[in-house]
């Protein structure tokens, strides 16, 4: 077996499931983290934290760790550093395979207004508000975009996030911080209880946090769905353990 080391650009559950697999296989794993969320859930393997310094750093980094190849196993709305990663493997010559889990789709019984970005999921909002004096929003895109909707003042937020705000909140709100995953049960119970209208949220995929989905389905609420932007280029697996058997036949 090769002795060279693989990066797995993280901050997700297939990420972390990833390093499981090739540290169980005795492979030298690396997995980046960018070090927003203050308490991370860590992989098994080696964890570096912070930003490399942009497509040259990460490019040295690639060659000064002997990397043999690359996993771009990031969040699916996290799109400067995959873009990096393309340029940076492509520079140094270094395999680079994408990971990102299925995309969500409308199932019977769903009223999902689908958005091809998040600023036009706070036009929506300000849109329903605007018809709507008393409308409540559960809002779940996390911590990085709350702030597109700060603007909307007649409307009530519920924000869900695992570290609190660092930017504007809309005016009338009230945070709620977890971390999932969730049960369909218990967002249905937090649905009710803040007698929600209409539930707002990024289309990330996975399994982990679905349930906000079957819950309002069973409510019928609409749901503003913003769309993921394109994929990056080259190759792609769509769960951990094919992105695992392909760095196994790549370094075999
Ligand atoms: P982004 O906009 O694509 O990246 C911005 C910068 O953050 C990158 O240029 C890079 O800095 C640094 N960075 C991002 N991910 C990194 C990683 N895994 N390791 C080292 N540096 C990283 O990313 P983002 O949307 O802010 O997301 C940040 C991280 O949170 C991602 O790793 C992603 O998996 C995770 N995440 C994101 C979301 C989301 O909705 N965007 C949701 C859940 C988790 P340099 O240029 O200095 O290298």
């Not at 934290?49 to 969040?75: K, P, S």
């Not at 492509?90 to 999902?112: A, I, K």
Request: glycine share 8%.
């Amino acid at each position: 077996m090769s002795d060279g080391t693989i990066l797995i650009l993280g901050g997700t559950a297939e990420a972390r499931a990833l390093a499981g697999n090739l540290v169980s296989d005795g492979r030298q794993v690396v997995t980046s983290l960018a070090g927003r969320v203050k308490d991370p859930a860590l992989p098994v393997g080696d964890v570096r934290i912070g930003g490399f310094g942009g497509v040259d750093g990460l490019a040295t980094w690639l060659r000064d760790n002997n990397c043999e190849a690359v996993v771009d196993a990031t969040h699916p709305f996290a799109r400067q550093i995959s873009a990096n990663a393309t340029a940076a493997a492509g520079d140094v010559d270094v395999p680079l395979l994408t990971l990102r889990r299925p995309e969500w789709r409308p199932q019977p019984g769903d009223r999902w207004i689908d958005v091809p970005a998040i600023a036009d999921a706070a036009r929506t909002v300000a849109a329903m508000a605007a018809d709507n004096s008393t409308l409540r929003v559960f809002l779940t895109t996390g911590r990085q975009d709350v702030d597109v909707f700060a603007d909307i003042a007649d409307a009530w937020f519920l924000i869900r996030l695992v570290d609190p705000p660092e930017r504007a909140v809309p005016r009338h709100h009230q945070i709620i911080r977890s971390r999932g995953p969730y049960t369909v049960d218990g967002e249905l119970d937090l649905m009710r209880e803040h007698k929600i209208d209409v539930v707002v949220t990024k289309n990330s995929g996975g399994p982990l946090v679905q349930s906000k989905l079957d819950a309002a389905r069973q409510l019928s609420l609409p749901v503003v769905m913003v769309r993921r932007p394109a994929p990056a280029h080259g190759e792609a697996v769509d769960t951990a353990s094919a992105a695992a058997t392909w760095v196994r036949q790549l370094l075999s």
